[in-house]
């Protein structure tokens, strides 16, 4: 019974922060630190 209560808080907090982090757009910031390591890390950047 107590894992199912934990399970689903757990979620609700994924989905929360999820939420919050779309509508201040880290998405982008997230995507674009990306590119640039992997451009680092071929050598092109």
Do not use: T
Request: net charge positive; hydrophobic share 50%.
């Amino acid at each position: 019974m107590k894992v199912k209560i934990i399970r689903k808080g757990v979620l609700i907090a994924a989905i929360v922060l999820i939420l919050i982090g779309l509508k201040q757009q880290g998405f982008n910031d997230i995507r674009n630190k990306a590119i640039r390591i992997c451009y680092e890390c071929i050598g092109i950047g």
